[in-house]
């Protein structure tokens, strides 16, 4: 069992770079399949990048080139480093972890970043 916790959302002028940060408490990181999702204001949940317990990752084509992924299974947590923000990117971000054997999912608080337009 993991329980996320995330960290790093505010606010940034388009065009500028936040770094997210979501440390998940328990034992199993990284046997956890982590992602991104964010949620903007009257849309829905959507998936905005990956990474695999061996470290694949995947993202969004809104956000390709622009956000990466990445893990540090040794301090049990998972980043997502954003550049060339845009309006668009405002959202809450949501770090979910996923067990590939239960198929269990935990959630973390969600952290705003806005980005003003």
């Known amino acids: 069992q993991v329980q996320p916790v995330e960290s790093g959302g505010g606010l940034v002028h388009a065009g500028g770079s936040l770094r997210l940060s979501c440390t998940a408490s328990?034992?199993?990181?990284?046997?956890?399949?982590m992602r991104w999702y964010r949620q903007a204001p009257g849309k829905q949940r959507e998936l905005v990048a990956s990474?695999?317990?061996?470290?694949?990752?995947n993202y969004a084509e809104s956000v390709k080139g622009r956000f990466t992924i990445s893990r540090d299974n040794a301090k049990k947590t998972v980043y997502l480093q954003m550049a060339s923000l845009r309006p668009e990117d405002t959202a809450v971000y949501y770090c979910?972890?996923?067990?590939?054997?239960?198929?269990?999912?935990?959630w973390g608080q969600g952290p705003k970043v806005t980005i003003p337009s």
């Open positions: 979910n972890a996923t067990s590939p054997l239960t198929h269990r999912e935990y």
């Open positions: 328990g034992p199993t990181f990284s046997n956890h399949v």
């Open positions: 990474i695999s317990t061996g470290g694949m990752t």
